[in-house]
């Protein structure tokens, strides 16, 4: 039995020891922390599957540590320097944006999908920065950069890892030093992807091409991805023995309401009323779960209230802006938006990869700062991105209820476009998590009437299981379509600003 850290349960136990066997057998050994060169032609795939407190990040996190001390290599999707033909290489993955940067937060240097697929081309004369900063060259010589410039690089990298962001930090745009991107041609090594319920089958297909050995860590209760059919998650494909289940819910021990409700869920006999009178009972009990008569407008701009019905989504929003008198014709700094793509001609698919690797993938959670300094231009904070300020030709589009179309405040011809973020689709909240929750219960309930099942299961527990264990520290069980008033206005100054924000391609870079 493989030595392991005495917080580990027994399944956990077992689900290390069979992974770390599966990494002896590609020639990484973490009992001896050794490292063989890569042998071709093998293919690992496996699967952590446990729903929410049964450790998987837990174990995600203590693999990351033991695969670096034995020498693998991280991999960031930054850059990467010099390939060595017997390096081993690491790279530890997440569906979106603010998936990855909750791993970050736990000390895990994981990336998007997307930063992985498509990487950065960089200038030659701005790469030597890069290799300094990533321990593979000497301090250089930069016409045009002082010493206080480099050394303000240098300290942003040593807090955050990134290159764009460190180069940013020396006072450079994007556009200085990253030339275009482009896709990975060269297979990498081990990859684990977290989030792994959000892959669809093209997702996991294009990682199973870049990566011999992947784990994948999962929920099985979660939604099912809009593009599976109905089939399930990615990991049901695989065979029995390469599913590893965590059943113990460990974050139980500290008495968690939150967690108590999802599990509760579990019970084929509970109905929609007495899932509610279980919230109710533990709103008195703990503040960690309230039961709210109304919607509180104050947690909208930076937490979405979660909802089912795209008609209650855009009601939510409409009620958002009225209320913060926001005008027609324009956005206030601190509107929540979603990115719903980007809109680009297939001609220009550089810029579109280029929009996509600074973070602006569909679904990615961003904030309005006001008007970039080209017209159509926006400048974005890009939550949990790793360099998340930044300026983008833009599309935005706001909804109204009962009305087809979306009304249109400003736009550039062509670039990534956004729904308001007030209020989102538990769907599409898949991945994320806040501190503190709102979900629309009114919503869960039409769906408890209308007795819909999805992959074998009543959809309105799968949606309210998905909603509440998206609350990282508070539940607001709101239970009345009304608003609050808001307490302060909108504003900006609680997101950390960057050195210099990166201005990406427009209209008039095509």
Request: glycine content about 8%; proline content about 7%.
């Amino acid at each position: 039995m493989t030595e392991i850290p005495l917080t580990y349960s027994p399944d956990q136990a077992e689900a290390h020891d069979r992974i770390a066997e599966e990494l002896r057998g590609v020639g990484v050994d973490l009992d001896q922390v050794t490292l063989a060169p890569p042998t071709e032609g093998t293919q690992t795939a496996l699967a952590v599957i446990g729903k929410a407190g049964s450790g998987k990040t837990l174990l995600l996190a203590a693999l990351y540590r033991e695969l670096k001390e034995a020498g693998v290599e991280i991999v960031s999707g930054d850059y990467e320097g010099r390939k060595r033909r017997d390096r081993r290489s690491l790279a530890i993955l997440a569906p979106t944006n603010k998936a990855a940067s909750v791993l970050r937060t736990r000390g895990v240097p994981a990336t998007t999908i997307h930063r992985i697929l498509y990487t950065p081309v960089y200038h030659p004369e701005y790469e030597k920065i890069a290799e300094w900063l990533a321990g593979q060259g000497d301090r250089p010589e930069i016409e045009g950069l002082t010493d206080q410039a480099l050394d303000r690089a240098l300290a942003f990298y040593q807090g955050n890892s990134s290159i764009p962001g460190a180069l940013a930090a020396a006072g450079l745009r994007g556009s200085d030093f990253i030339t275009g991107w482009k896709r990975r041609e060269e297979p990498l090594d081990i990859g684990l992807v977290d989030e792994a319920s959000m892959l669809d089958a093209q997702q996991f297909e294009d990682l199973q091409e870049i990566f011999p050995t992947l784990l994948l860590f999962g929920d099985p209760a979660q939604l099912p991805p809009v593009k599976s059919g109905g089939e399930g998650m990615v990991f049901d494909t695989l065979p029995a023995p390469a599913r590893l289940e965590l059943s113990r819910v460990h974050r139980q021990d500290a008495d968690n309401p939150i967690l108590d409700l999802a599990h509760a869920l579990a019970d084929p006999a509970l109905e929609f009323h007495d899932f509610e009178q279980m919230i109710a009972e533990a709103a008195r009990r703990d503040d960690r779960v309230r039961w709210s008569e109304r919607v509180e407008v104050d947690l909208m701009a930076r937490s979405p209230v979660l909802v089912w019905r795209n008609a209650t989504r855009i009601r939510l929003i409409h009620a958002f802006r009225a209320v913060h008198d926001a005008p027609e014709t324009a956005l206030l700094a601190g509107e929540p938006l979603i990115c719903d793509g980007i809109e680009l001609p297939l001609k220009h698919r550089r810029k579109r990869l280029d929009l996509e690797a600074r973070g602006l993938i569909k679904g990615a959670q961003v904030v309005y700062l006001g008007p970039g300094k080209r017209p159509g231009f926006s400048r974005l904070h890009v939550i949990g991105a790793e360099s998340p300020q930044l300026s983008a030709a833009s599309i935005v589009k706001i909804e109204k209820p009962g009305e087809e179309e979306p009304f249109i405040p400003f736009a550039a011809n062509m670039g990534a476009t956004f729904l308001h973020g007030a209020a989102v689709t538990i769907h599409k909240a898949q991945g994320s998590q806040w501190r503190d929750v709102q979900v629309f219960a009114p919503d869960i309930y039409a769906a408890a009437r209308m007795g819909r099942s999805e992959a074998g299961q009543p959809l309105w527990k799968r949606l309210a299981y998905v909603a509440i264990t998206r609350a990282e520290e508070r539940l607001h069980w709101v239970v009345r379509n009304r608003l609050s008033k808001p307490r302060t206005a909108l504003g900006v100054d609680d997101l950390h600003a960057a050195p210099a924000p990166l201005e990406l391609a427009g209209e008039d870079d095509l």
